[in-house]
């Protein structure tokens, strides 16, 4: 009967130990492709800014002619592609998505170029940086259930994007609405970076197929690069030093 006992311990044990590596495992492939998701977003960005400052023609057309809409709403349709085609598409044109969105982000992204500091982009860059790190390591140690919180965060999501539209429309001069924005901004998207992160560990399954997982590793990628982005944007507006 020990020795019975003693043996399932044993497959316990390198049951759990298995289950962890595996998920150390999926949660690096998140991470890596979350990171190489902005890189290619500095990259684009930079050799847009470069191209526009060097042939005025360029910036006109993406800066100051209808193409700019097109610019700005481009990375929303690709999102919502991604976000509702996902189960059909094989993880190689999965992975090809994200960075195609990634892409239109970077060319979005040029327009920061020409307003803020490079020294203050890269400043705020870190702060993002170090914040977005640590609020993640919680996310994916703390033993809460985030879940009631992700509720709260949505909602204030949603309202945050409707006070954003008045203050383009309707109040575009006022400071004190583009400081509240920015403040909440940056709450909401500290708190969903460690939501969401705690929703990709428990989305982890071992016994998922490599496509299954794959897909998973995407959206979680998708997730975590657009708390990041959001959360820089808000940052630069607070803290960025304008040329």
Do not use: C
């Amino acid at each position: 009967m020990a020795d019975f006992q003693n043996m399932r311990s044993k497959t316990v044990v390198r049951g759990d130990a298995s289950i962890d590596a595996g998920l150390r495992s999926y949660m690096l492939r998140v991470y890596n492709t979350m990171a190489l998701g902005l890189v290619v977003t500095a990259i684009v960005a930079m050799a847009t800014y470069a191209l526009a400052t060097n042939n005025m023609a360029f910036a006109q057309a993406i800066y100051g002619s209808p193409l700019r809409y097109v610019v700005m709403f481009a990375p929303l349709v690709a999102i919502l592609f991604l976000n509702f085609n996902i189960h059909n598409l094989s993880t190689g044109a999965a992975r090809i998505f994200f960075f195609v969105f990634a892409s239109l982000i970077g060319i979005s992204f040029s327009s920061i170029l020409l307003v803020f500091a490079m020294d203050s982009i890269a400043q705020v860059f870190f702060i993002t940086a170090a914040s977005f790190g640590a609020l993640s390591l919680y996310g994916y140690t703390t033993k809460s259930d985030l879940r009631p919180l992700g509720t709260f965060l949505f909602i204030g999501l949603f309202g945050l994007i409707l006070a954003s539209i008045v203050h383009i429309f309707f109040m575009r001069d006022s400071q004190a609405m583009d400081f509240a924005i920015s403040v909440v901004g940056v709450l909401i998207f500290a708190g969903l970076t460690a939501y969401d992160t705690q929703a990709i560990k428990e989305n982890y399954y071992e016994a998922d197929d490599h496509a299954t997982t794959g897909r998973k590793v995407i959206m979680g990628a998708l997730s975590l690069y657009l708390d990041f982005i959001n959360m820089f944007i808000f940052l630069l507006r607070l803290l960025g030093n304008r040329d």
